[in-house]
Nanobody, 130 residues
Framework: QVQLVESGGGSVQAGGSLRLSCVAS????????MGWFRQVPGKEREGVAA??????????TYAESVKGRFTVSRDNAKNTLYLEIRDLKPEDTAMYYC?????????????????????WGQGTQVTVSS
């Protein structure tokens, strides 16, 4: 199974920026939709940003709550998915996970890949202080 490893989380003050990375162990997911989720203890995991694979022209979609501040991108040459977060807010505090769709037919919509999940990363914590 392809492994996904996130990094880049940390503790920042409100208004700051972070760039999260998610490295895949091989190139299997270059043609698959990939996305970022976040989860706060006691709440459901929320899809925040997703990007289609090459077949989908790398189209991106976002949850309404993060539009304008989050940017998802990918570098298939490095098997890496990114999430840039600007103007961080305390409510962005969460564990952030990347995920890859399990097939090439999944597509991004409203910040999530719609289709079966192939792999999850282990998560990277983002903590924003006011």
């Amino acid at each position: 199974q392809v492994q996904l490893v996130e990094s880049g989380g940390g503790s920042v003050q409100a208004g700051g920026s972070l760039r999260l990375s998610c490295v895949a162990s091989d190139s299997t997911y270059s043609t698959h939709c990939m996305g970022w989720f976040r989860q706060v203890p006691g709440k459901e995991r929320e899809g925040v940003a997703a990007i289609d694979g090459d077949n989908g022209d790398n189209d991106t979609t976002y949850a309404e709550s993060v539009k304008g501040r989050f940017t998802v991108s990918r570098d298939n040459a490095k098997n890496t998915l990114y999430l840039e977060i600007r103007d961080l807010k305390p409510e962005d505090t969460a564990m952030y996970y990347c995920a890859a769709a399990g097939d090439i037919f999944s597509f991004s919509r409203a910040g999530k890949c719609h289709g079966p999940v192939g792999s999850w990363g282990q998560g990277t914590q983002v903590t924003v202080s006011s």
